[in-house]
């Protein structure tokens, strides 16, 4: 059996899976930063987050080019460090990957929650895990040409957003109550604004696929960065211009709301016009295409994990009918219906993003390492201002993460505690 992907991935399909992963981020989710920063204190928050994740997707690139393995970080880690920092790297993206679709399964609820009120958020959630749970194990996935359409339909529908709420902006509203909580609301709100640009690095994972790294790496994660920044300003402003953030952050119940734009149409239009409807529809095609895509890839992160023996060995396993990882597919998604219990989308998104600033932080430093290591490798793509763009990568992820424990205590001592006894664990009972 061959261990080569086919090359055919075009910097216009590689744009189309960039945003698609990610493009959830700015339905959902981003809004509640809000709440810990107000206006310019979570603007600052994404600003900063913006300029790392610029220069973590350049650099995370080199290594996929370099090592392009399903395993992504966790074999960058494990060939620059050895095995131990390999686990916790792996471990660390199993986490960002398990708990990012709960949060988007909630929002997905939350969405057809407005069309369907009397029935609860929970199983809407539950429901969308069953069905795209069962269509990776069954084999039936979005081809990239599909992933394709639906992130353009889902591209246009903010661009519409955009243009019915920005006539209706108001300076007063976007700067009312602009900065709350200080220094410590700006570092507070770093999940919130990750979560604008989180899963982008998806990208070099399929960076074997691409026809020309070299040029179609740069062009696909350059032009999907750089929508990624345009939309994110675009729907922030008008989203926010339209009442105030208040508006889009607490629902009328005064809980927080897992359904900002449409509360921020609702303000425009009636609930039963054209364009709210429209909101919702194609707005799920964007949550759709990140949730397939974070499940498919978790599937695959947590199978190579139990299939060298870092995890338990059925994980590992790859079912017979279908050819796929439905062990590890479904031990994910039994891991994320638990977390939807706790009915805190807040918590969920942060316990991803630590997962993901671990992964992003030793992937730099496996960068540096091996370019001292083993400077002979073969590099399709190299990471342009050398060793800039990595060590400014690598310095906001260690201060997002030190911020995020001390502002996140309790969840802090809950994921490092994880790491730390799933680490044990390992150095017992891995031979």
């Given at each position: 059996?061959?261990?080569?992907?086919?090359?055919?991935?075009?910097?216009?399909?590689?744009?189309?899976?960039?945003?698609?992963?990610?493009?959830?981020?700015?339905?959902?989710?981003?809004?509640?930063?809000?709440?810990?920063?107000?206006?310019?204190?979570?603007?600052?928050?994404?600003?900063?987050?913006?300029?790392?994740?610029a220069c973590f997707s350049f650099s995370y690139s080199e290594l996929a080019c370099a090592i392009p393995k399903a395993?992504?970080?966790?074999?960058?880690?494990?060939?620059?460090?050895?095995?131990?920092?390999?686990?916790?790297?792996?471990?660390?993206?199993?986490?960002?990957?398990?708990?990012?679709?709960?949060?988007?399964?909630?929002?997905?609820?939350?969405?057809?929650?407005?069309?369907?009120?009397?029935?609860?958020?929970?199983?809407?959630?539950?429901?969308?895990?069953?069905?795209?749970?069962?269509?990776?194990?069954?084999?039936?996935?979005?081809?990239?040409?599909?992933?394709?359409?639906?992130?353009?339909?889902?591209?246009?529908?903010?661009?519409?957003?955009?243009?019915?709420?920005?006539?209706?902006?108001?300076?007063?509203?976007?700067?009312?109550?602009?900065?709350?909580?200080?220094?410590?609301?700006?570092?507070?709100?770093?999940?919130?604004?990750?979560?604008?640009?989180?899963?982008?690095?998806?990208?070099?994972?399929?960076?074997?696929?691409?026809?020309?790294?070299?040029?179609?790496?740069?062009?696909g994660f350059g032009s999907a960065l750089f929508t990624l920044l345009v939309l994110c300003v675009l729907v922030y402003?008008?989203?926010?211009?339209?009442?105030?953030?208040?508006?889009?952050?607490?629902?009328?119940?005064?809980?927080?709301?897992?359904?900002?734009?449409?509360?921020?149409?609702?303000?425009?239009?009636s609930t039963n016009s054209l364009m709210y409807q429209l909101l919702i529809g194609i707005g799920l095609f964007g949550?759709?295409?990140?949730?397939?895509?974070?499940?498919?890839?978790?599937?695959?992160?947590?199978?190579?994990?139990?299939?060298?023996?870092?995890?338990?060995?059925?994980?590992?396993?790859?079912?017979?009918?279908?050819?796929?990882?439905?062990?590890?597919?479904?031990?994910?998604?039994?891991?994320?219906?638990?977390?939807?219990?706790?009915?805190?989308?807040?918590?969920?998104?942060?316990?991803?993003?630590?997962?993901?600033?671990?992964?992003?932080?030793?992937?730099?430093?496996?960068?540096?390492?091996?370019?001292?290591?083993?400077?002979?490798?073969?590099?399709?793509?190299?990471?342009?201002?050398?060793?800039?763009?990595?060590?400014?990568?690598?310095?906001?992820?260690?201060?997002?993460?030190?911020?995020?424990?001390?502002?996140?205590?309790?969840?802090?001592?809950?994921?490092?505690?994880?790491?730390?006894?799933?680490?044990?664990?390992?150095?017992?009972?891995?031979?």
């Amino acid at each position: 059996m061959s261990t080569h992907l086919k090359k055919s991935l075009s910097p216009l399909l590689l744009w189309g899976l960039g945003v698609g992963y990610v493009i959830s981020g700015m339905y959902f989710g981003w809004n509640l930063g809000l709440e810990k920063a107000g206006t310019y204190g979570m603007g600052i928050a994404t600003i900063i987050i913006a300029i790392m994740y610029a220069c973590f997707s350049f650099s995370y690139s080199e290594l996929a080019c370099a090592i392009p393995k399903a395993g992504g970080g966790f074999d960058y880690v494990n060939r620059a460090f050895g095995k131990d920092l390999g686990f916790i790297t792996g471990l660390a993206q199993i986490v960002e990957f398990v708990f990012a679709p709960p949060a988007i399964a909630f929002a997905i609820g939350a969405y057809l929650n407005l069309n369907f009120p009397q029935i609860n958020v929970v199983y809407f959630a539950i429901i969308a895990y069953f069905i795209f749970t069962v269509l990776n194990i069954i084999g039936v996935k979005l081809a990239a040409t599909f992933e394709l359409l639906i992130t353009i339909l889902a591209v246009g529908e903010l661009i519409l957003f955009f243009g019915v709420t920005i006539p209706h902006f108001s300076v007063e509203n976007f700067t009312h109550n602009p900065s709350i909580n200080g220094l410590g609301g700006i570092f507070a709100a770093i999940p919130f604004a990750i979560w604008f640009f989180l899963g982008i690095e998806g990208i070099a994972n399929v960076a074997e696929e691409s026809k020309n790294p070299q040029k179609d790496i740069t062009k696909g994660f350059g032009s999907a960065l750089f929508t990624l920044l345009v939309l994110c300003v675009l729907v922030y402003v008008a989203a926010i211009g339209v009442g105030g953030w208040e508006k889009v952050v607490y629902k009328t119940d005064g809980s927080l709301s897992d359904s900002p734009l449409p509360m921020a149409m609702g303000m425009i239009v009636s609930t039963n016009s054209l364009m709210y409807q429209l909101l919702i529809g194609i707005g799920l095609f964007g949550l759709i295409a990140s949730f397939h895509g974070l499940i498919l890839a978790g599937g695959r992160a947590t199978m190579e994990f139990g299939k060298i023996s870092y995890a338990p060995r059925f994980l590992g396993k790859v079912n017979e009918k279908f050819q796929t990882p439905s062990n590890a597919l479904i031990v994910n998604m039994l891991l994320g219906i638990i977390a939807l219990f706790t009915n805190k989308t807040g918590d969920i998104i942060t316990i991803a993003v630590f997962g993901a600033l671990s992964l992003y932080v030793l992937s730099m430093l496996s960068l540096l390492k091996l370019r001292q290591t083993e400077p002979e490798l073969e590099r399709p793509f190299v990471v342009p201002m050398y060793p800039i763009l990595p060590i400014v990568a690598l310095v906001i992820g260690l201060v997002s993460l030190v911020a995020m424990s001390y502002y996140n205590q309790t969840l802090a001592l809950y994921y490092f505690g994880f790491i730390i006894i799933s680490y044990i664990l390992f150095k017992i009972f891995h031979k």
